[in-house]
């Protein structure tokens, strides 16, 4: 699509995939024109292997200082269903056999979810850890269950759907006398939420490059030193010969652009959160029947996942888009399946519930306009939706 029609988007579904930012694009066009892009093989022995072995080396000094690690447990991969595919598989393989139990949120990104049910089909005990409907995480579960038979316990950061932030220190704080390792999937949390992987002695952590808006394909998986490790692609030495494959310069080099401005990207949350309760506010105000889920515990500033009383979600989707607006009614792993969202269902929500449901995702560049059209938009197309639909209900009860 040309990049003219893309401009008249609003984009509302930044859990999906982040718009790689504009400055970072123009370096990149900068630096094709000049031919001065670090195109080469970073394993080759030449001069062209220069470039992106700096490009490697930086990236991971620079992550290590800002996420509190050393650059020599990070591991690029292709994202993060890689990474948290890694680290589950990874554990029960070098475990498996001493330890053979797993505390795994039920909320969890389909690739924990799947990666947890394949090992499980292998003889892994995975107990799933309860979340309410207000988006909070069961702690007494994860203390009644925690024993010197737990091998790992993963959690997220922020759940991609509610925006719900779990508490990473206080679940530390619980499992580590156990001697259980302990792995959080960052990706909805860069960018968002402060991070020290060293004060929440987390040993696995996963990261994906866009969902901050650098190029998709490159992912960072923190192993803290010590940790198990099993290499699930084989092949050249790359990554110290823990992950095989010729890295992908191209999205690791966007990611190393966008570091610096983590912390100027965590400021702009005030603003985000401003627009997002706006947003919530005024859709609560002019719609009936709308109820915003996980509203109560402690939220990502960017996300709303909303229940629109009688109006289904996968319809409302596609008349928003009609107008030229991005949004979600759940994870976008799982759209065009007409199932509705296992963490929605998970949390408590009926199926009715959760297939009314809407996820709507700010960026950092969403604008007040934007919003206000949202807004307008979404009234007038619920109010549409319910009209037909009532008017279809009265012709069957004549009908009858
Ligand atoms: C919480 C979370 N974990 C993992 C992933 C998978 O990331 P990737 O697209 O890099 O494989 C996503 C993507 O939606 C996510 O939101």
């Known amino acids: 699509m040309p990049i003219e029609s893309q401009k008249s988007i609003i984009y509302l579904d930044n859990n999906a995939t982040t718009r790689p930012d504009p400055d970072l694009l123009a370096e990149l066009v900068q630096l094709i024109q000049n031919d001065q892009f670090p195109w080469g093989n970073a394993s080759s022995i030449h001069l062209q292997s220069r470039d992106p072995k700096n490009t490697l080396r930086e990236t991971r000094r620079l992550f290590a200082e800002i996420f509190h690690c050393q650059a020599t447990e990070l591991i690029f991969n292709s994202g993060a269903s890689e990474g948290n595919n890694t680290v589950l598989k990874s554990v029960w393989q070098s475990l498996g056999q001493s330890k053979n139990e797993f505390l795994i949120s039920k909320v969890e990104h389909p690739s924990v979810i799947k990666a947890a049910e394949y090992i499980q089909s292998l003889g892994a005990v995975i107990k799933w850890i309860p979340v309410n409907r207000k988006g909070q995480i069961d702690l007494e579960f994860i203390k009644n269950n925690i024993s010197n038979q737990t091998a790992l316990v993963s959690v997220m950061f922020?759940?991609?759907?509610?925006?719900?932030?779990?508490?990473?220190?206080?679940?530390?704080?619980?499992?580590?006398?156990?001697?259980?390792?302990?792995?959080?999937?960052c990706v909805q949390a860069l960018g968002k939420e402060k991070l020290n992987l060293q004060e929440l002695r987390i040993d696995y952590a996963t990261f994906s490059g866009h969902k901050f808006y650098s190029l998709q394909g490159c992912g960072v998986l923190f192993v803290r030193r010590g940790s198990p490790l099993v290499n699930l692609i084989h092949g050249g030495g790359q990554e110290r010969g823990r992950r095989g494959g010729t890295e992908?310069?191209?999205?690791?080099?966007?990611?190393?652009?966008?570091?610096?401005?983590?912390?100027?990207?965590?400021?702009?949350?005030h603003e985000v959160r401003k627009l997002r309760d706006h947003f919530e506010m005024n859709i609560q105000n002019k719609i009936t029947g709308v109820t915003i889920t996980a509203h109560e515990?402690?939220?990502?500033?960017?996300?709303?996942?909303?229940?629109?009383?009688?109006?289904?979600?996968?319809?409302?989707?596609?008349?928003?888009?009609?107008?030229?607006?991005?949004?979600?009614?759940?994870?976008?792993?799982?759209?065009?399946?007409?199932?509705?969202?296992?963490v929605l269902l998970s949390m408590g929500l009926s199926r009715d519930e959760a297939q009314s449901s809407l996820r709507v995702s700010l960026g950092w560049h969403t604008k007040p306009q934007e919003m206000d059209s949202f807004i307008l938009a979404l009234v007038e197309v619920v109010e549409r939706i319910r009209k037909i639909k009532t008017e279809a209900e009265e012709k069957k009860s004549h009908a009858g």
């Open 158 to 185: 922020a759940n991609n759907e509610t925006g719900s932030l779990f508490p990473i220190s206080t679940i530390s704080e619980i499992i580590k006398p156990h001697g259980a390792l302990l792995h959080v999937d």
């Open 248 to 269: 992908n310069i191209l999205s690791v080099w966007s990611f190393q652009q966008m570091l610096p401005l983590l912390k100027w990207l965590e400021a702009k949350n």
């Open 297 to 342: 515990g402690l939220r990502l500033a960017n996300t709303s996942s909303l229940v629109i009383q009688d109006v289904d979600g996968e319809t409302l989707l596609m008349s928003l888009d009609l107008k030229g607006f991005a949004i979600s009614t759940g994870a976008a792993c799982s759209s065009g399946n007409p199932e509705p969202s296992p």
